[in-house]
Nanobody, 115 residues
Framework: QVQLVESGGGLVQPGGSLTLSCAAS????????MSWYRQAPGKERELVAG????????NYADSVKGRFTISRDNAKNTVYLQMNSLKPEDTAVYYC????????WGQGTQVTVSS
């Protein structure tokens, strides 16, 4: 079965950095578009970044452009989200997503940006 397992979240001060990882299994990762979403308390889940199968094309939410970088390692079945210059408004639960017949989501990893 499809599994997505996020890790790497935590508490970080404003201006700091974190790298999230999403380990995937149960589907053909190297043929799948992957994306990261986030959901802050009281807000709807929103797209943060997406990456095509070879990593040749990426897209980002305007709010994270220039600060976040999505990447993937098809040999490790893992997608990453490097987050720099973090702001308090980046505080959210971050989810990995794939569409493989239907949508699949990971369990999420909490990112808290606070001094």
């Amino acid at each position: 079965q499809v599994q997505l397992v996020e890790s790497g979240g935590g508490l970080v001060q404003p201006g700091g950095s974190l790298t999230l990882s999403c380990a995937a299994s149960g589907f053909t990762f190297s043929s799948s578009y992957m994306s990261w979403y986030r959901q802050a308390p009281g807000k709807e889940r929103e797209l943060v970044a997406g990456i095509t199968v070879t990593g040749g094309y990426t897209n980002y939410a305007d709010s994270v452009k220039g600060r976040f970088t999505i990447s993937r390692d098809n040999a490790k079945n893992t997608v990453y989200l490097q987050m720099n210059s973090l702001k308090p408004e980046d505080t959210a639960v971050y989810y990995c997503r794939v569409s493989w017949g239907r949508e699949y989501w990971g369990q999420g990893t909490q990112v808290t940006v606070s001094s």
